[in-house]
């Protein structure tokens, strides 16, 4: 199920269809020509490291807006969880449940230690191409200034 590695930049970004937090379907090719996305997957919600993630991202969500980018979290966890979690933190931004981790492995979002699930975000631009990708488990709160420096660049690529 893990077998494959993270994707790499220049790479088309694997269509998925999965529940936001309010049960709605959400697909990466509702996006395409439109926004660039920043995808990140993280292990779980309500633990320490996803909620300095998650709120970081909360924290810098308008800049990531004003850049033309749409913001959604990745996890395994149930859409009812990822509801406490984004009315607890105040967070705006989309969460996706993925409760197989099939989508995880299409991005080839591996666990740490073959326990905890990954830590991995990743810009997609609006041709459904990979522009940036990085992992930490560790350094969770850097994945924000990674994806948004890269958001940035292609906006302003766009504008020209």
């Given at each position: 199920?893990?077998?494959?590695?993270?994707?790499?930049?220049?790479?088309?970004?694997?269509?998925?269809?999965?529940?936001?937090?309010?049960?709605?379907?959400?697909?990466?090719?509702?996006?395409?020509?439109?926004?660039t996305?920043?995808?990140?997957f993280?292990?779980k919600?309500?633990?320490?490291?996803?909620?300095?993630?998650?709120?970081?991202?909360?924290?810098?969500?308008?800049?990531?807006?004003?850049?033309?980018?749409?913001?959604?979290?990745?996890?395994?966890?149930?859409?009812?969880?990822?509801?406490?979690?984004?009315?607890?933190?105040?967070l705006?931004?989309?969460?996706l449940?993925?409760?197989?981790?099939?989508?995880?492995a299409?991005?080839?979002?591996?666990?740490?230690?073959?326990?905890?699930?990954?830590?991995?975000t990743?810009?997609?631009?609006?041709?459904?191409?990979v522009?940036?990708?990085?992992?930490?488990?560790?350094?969770?709160?850097?994945?924000?200034?990674?994806?948004?420096?890269?958001?940035?660049?292609l906006?302003?690529?766009?504008?020209?």
């Amino acid at each position: 199920m893990f077998g494959r590695s993270t994707l790499s930049v220049g790479e088309a970004a694997p269509d998925f269809s999965l529940l936001s937090q309010q049960g709605e379907v959400v697909r990466l090719s509702d996006f395409r020509g439109k926004k660039t996305v920043v995808l990140f997957f993280y292990p779980k919600d309500d633990t320490p490291g996803c909620t300095a993630e998650s709120c970081s991202f909360r924290d810098r969500h308008g800049a990531f807006v004003e850049a033309g980018a749409e913001v959604l979290g990745v996890s395994a966890d149930p859409v009812e969880s990822h509801q406490r979690f984004v009315d607890k933190h105040r967070l705006p931004m989309t969460l996706l449940s993925d409760p197989g981790g099939e989508t995880a492995a299409r991005y080839g979002v591996k666990p740490l230690f073959g326990l905890l699930p990954g830590r991995v975000t990743f810009v997609i631009d609006r041709d459904g191409i990979v522009r940036h990708a990085f992992s930490s488990q560790l350094r969770a709160t850097r994945h924000v200034d990674e994806a948004l420096s890269v958001v940035r660049q292609l906006e302003a690529s766009l504008r020209g």
